[in-house]
């Protein structure tokens, strides 16, 4: 839709582990029964029952269908943000909008007990809001690729480009839940462009231990090389074959001139 990347999620771990714990966790949950465990509600899951936990586990899966199909097609979509940005740093920017989401619904939380005022009391299950500040540096680093156009009736006609898709598809999952999802939406949205602008802090953090989880993933222990060993009473005949090649080398580069110059070298030596 929106660029010329190669199909699927090679060499995207993040875009890839993504896409799969989102169909993963869902069907595990509906399977074993456990989908209230990524509800939230002020009243009754904070103040009565005192279930402080779903602030960190109410963003780790969609509940319906109809939103793991969006999540998955939108989470393909931002794959080129990882090859633009690199694993390290995309993980980083979706560790933060989790952290700030989580931090602005406790804030929220916070004042509705201190004020007796249900301000906020849902929050749509899912990453809503983490795709919607992922979807704002879509928007600021990746560029239209292509424009096309719509003809109506007469001579009207509508413009559209490659992120006219995406934005359908945005759209269609900020309202998948009614105003809960909306809010999410709009949160994510926010917190996405202040991060993304350097407003609030978090714009250049980076995920610790990434360089050593990599290199652990890139280069196993049970790897090893399959060239022969050096033998050190070898290593000066080799040396000797090596400068000999080179000198027979240089000779051969020298010996190939031009055509031009070799007909007025026979002009010059006669």
């Not at 595990?28 to 899951?45: I, R």
């Not at 990882?82 to 694993?87: A, Y």
């Not at 490659?162 to 809010?183: N, R």
Request: charged share 15%.
């Amino acid at each position: 839709m929106s660029s010329s990347l190669p199909t699927g999620f090679k060499d995207l771990p993040v875009s890839k582990g993504l896409a799969i714990s989102t169909i993963i966790i869902p069907l595990v949950a509906s399977l074993s029964n456990m989908k209230y465990l990524f509800y939230y509600a002020y009243d009754p899951f904070l103040i009565q029952y005192k279930q402080f936990w779903r602030l960190f586990t109410f963003q780790i899966a969609f509940l319906n269908e109809s939103e793991v199909l969006l999540g998955i097609v939108l989470l393909y979509q931002f794959r080129s943000l990882e090859r633009l940005f690199g694993s390290h740093k995309f993980i980083s920017i979706i560790i933060v909008l989790y952290g700030y989401i989580i931090f602005i619904t406790s804030i929220i939380a916070t004042l509705n007990f201190y004020t007796g005022l249900k301000w906020i009391n849902f929050m749509s299950s899912g990453p809503t809001g983490i795709i919607l500040g992922i979807f704002f540096h879509f928007k600021e680093f990746i560029p239209i690729m292509y424009k096309f156009e719509i003809y109506g009736i007469g001579n009207n006609k509508l413009i559209l480009n490659d992120h006219a898709f995406i934005h359908l598809i945005i759209f269609q999952l900020s309202i998948s839940q009614g105003w809960k999802s909306i809010g999410s939406g709009l949160l994510g949205w926010i917190i996405g462009g202040l991060v993304c602008r350097g407003v609030i802090p978090g714009k250049q953090w980076k995920l610790p231990f990434w360089n050593s989880i990599q290199f652990k993933r890139s280069n196993p222990t049970n790897l090893r090389s399959n060239s022969p060993p050096i033998d050190p009473q070898n290593l000066g005949n080799t040396e000797q074959n090596n400068s000999d090649n080179n000198n027979i080398d240089d000779d051969d580069a020298t010996e190939t001139r031009p055509l031009a110059s070799q007909f007025l070298d026979t002009f010059r030596r006669s």
